[in-house]
């Protein structure tokens, strides 16, 4: 009994040394892939989106600044797709995050660039424990701003009490009243987890959501939960960064619909006193045209002088017509004139 037992260990053994003698000549000769560590697996995908640089068109200065500070330091979200081969780690940078992401930028007229970009932090109901995650936010998100060359403006505490979320019109009305390229909102509110779960304490739950409104294009990100006090810079990164890959995909998008419509309209404005007279004689194009469903672009900038163009697939007679109607209406006192002319 004791033989067969003896022998039956020196049988496993004997198949143990076999198999270790195996894999080494397999990992030796390139034949079985050497697993790689967490460590080694995130430098190669950090180096993936480093090396996409040279393949990105027009990546310099503003876009050459962004690319190195936000986009490799969050490498992992630039990266559509990773697998495991035989040859070694393959991963498939998401060049589309990239070019959206890059893409939200202050405008490069230089008088436009002066217009302010509003930020606003909203703590809804009675989230007192929010105040602290707010005072973290708030700086943030106006050095991403800024880093981007805006100027960033606060809204005073009486007009963040009555800011709607998500009424597009509303958001409208206020961006041009204040003459502001746009609003960021960090959206801070709690819910009681008693009203979530039935299961675990009954302290309360925290979220946060911002939403953009630029360029009258309108992005709402998803709620995510957060526990109350400062926000790790990664989990603030993360926020603003699919925030502005969303603008920034809506950005292209318009830009990619604008090429393919034939039916344009050009509008000269010129001779106004000020930057300010021009936002506002825009902002209401903005407005009157807005049920048509066109869309608006800067095209040419000079002194005293922008050109826009407007892009619709029907109702030109109508646009034009409409369009007459609110040059008549802006110039009738003062110097500025406005002429609707067809491509």
Not at 128 to 154: H, N, V, Y
Request: hydrophobic share 40%; with cysteine.
């Amino acid at each position: 009994m004791m033989q067969k037992i003896i022998l039956k260990y020196k049988i496993l053994f004997l198949l143990t040394l076999c198999l270790t003698h195996l894999g080494t000549y397999l990992i030796a000769y390139g034949q079985y892939p050497v697993v790689p560590s967490n460590e080694l697996i995130e430098n190669q995908l950090k180096l993936a989106v480093l090396d996409s640089q040279k393949k990105i068109p027009d990546l310099k200065d503003l876009r050459k600044i962004l690319f190195d500070d936000e986009v490799v330091p969050q490498y992992r979200r630039f990266i559509r797709n990773d697998q495991r081969t035989v040859e070694g780690l393959k991963a498939e940078v998401d060049f589309d995050a990239i070019h959206h992401f890059l893409s939200f930028q202050a405008p490069l007229f230089k008088e436009k660039a002066l217009s302010p970009f509003l930020l606003a932090i909203k703590l809804n109901g009675n989230c007192l424990r929010c105040q602290e995650s707010a005072d973290s936010m708030g700086p943030f998100i106006q050095g991403k701003l800024e880093k981007r060359g805006f100027i960033s403006q606060w809204l005073k505490p009486v007009e963040v009490k009555s800011l709607p979320l998500d009424s597009e019109e509303e958001l409208t009305s206020l961006i041009q009243k204040k003459n502001a390229q746009g609003i960021l909102i960090v959206n801070l509110f709690s819910s009681a987890q008693d009203e979530l779960d039935t299961v675990g304490s009954f302290e309360d739950r925290y979220f946060i959501q911002l939403s953009v409104f630029f360029s009258n294009l309108f992005v709402q990100g998803q709620k995510k939960n957060f526990l109350a006090g400062k926000f790790p810079n990664e989990i603030q990164s993360s926020l603003f960064t699919d925030l502005i890959i969303d603008l920034g995909a809506k950005m292209v998008s318009r830009s990619s619909q604008l090429q393919g419509i034939k039916e344009e309209l050009k509008v000269e404005i010129s001779q106004f006193k000020d930057f300010m007279e021009y936002s506002h004689a825009k902002n209401q194009i903005l407005s009157q045209l807005n049920e048509f469903g066109v869309a608006i672009e800067e095209r040419e900038f000079s002194k005293g002088q922008v050109v826009l163009g407007i892009a619709l697939k029907d109702n030109k007679e109508a646009v034009k017509t409409r369009l007459e109607a609110i040059s008549f209406e802006l110039t009738s006192n003062s110097r500025m004139k406005i002429e609707v002319r067809s491509f």
